[in-house]
């Protein structure tokens, strides 16, 4: 009789332990969820943010997003296609040359900001007009991985024949 007396409450303690581990997992897994909304949230602000300026013409969009130590990724095959480490880099040898061979800024239309936790993808047109006149339009879905309120990773798709194109048949502004 004694040993069933000690196994029940052995039994009972075994159980009320069980029961505060499943309620302390649910309360952080609660927590857990929480933070990621709200990271979440917040980066899909700052990116929309950041966009709503660039399409206002107000601000340049790498400047205001990217981390100095970037590492940013255009996929696809072509002479700009590859991996560039930090801001200078990517500007210089993937943003200048297409750029400068543009009147003016690439004019953007987003169709669609997704964003979980510390990802956002944004899909969007571009337009603008070449040095020579032409049109210049592309597509493009950027996905960025964000720490502390900037994008440290960026992966970028776009029809890279159209970028080369205005590369290889405009000349730079002079202005």
């Not at 800024?105 to 936790?117: M, R």
Request: net charge positive.
């Amino acid at each position: 009789m004694t040993s069933y007396r000690v196994t029940r409450r052995m039994t009972k303690s075994a159980s009320s332990l069980l029961v505060a581990m499943i309620l302390l997992a649910a309360t952080a897994q609660a927590q857990a969820q929480a933070q990621c909304v709200e990271v979440t949230t917040q980066n899909e602000s700052i990116v929309r943010r950041a966009f709503d300026n660039w399409i206002k013409g107000g601000s340049n969009i790498f400047a205001e997003l990217l981390a100095s130590e970037v590492r940013w990724t255009i996929h696809g095959s072509g002479p700009v296609a590859g991996t560039y480490f930090g801001l200078k880099d990517f500007v210089e040898r993937a943003s200048v040359p297409l750029v400068s061979r543009l009147e003016g800024p690439i004019a953007p239309k987003v169709h669609h900001i997704w964003a979980v936790g510390d990802t956002v993808i944004v899909r969007f047109d571009g337009s603008a007009t070449t040095t020579s006149g032409a049109p210049y339009a592309n597509q493009f879905v950027w996905i960025f991985r964000m720490a502390n309120g900037v994008v440290i990773e960026a992966e970028a798709f776009l029809d890279l024949v159209a970028y080369q194109q205005v590369v290889d048949n405009n000349a730079p502004r002079t202005k």
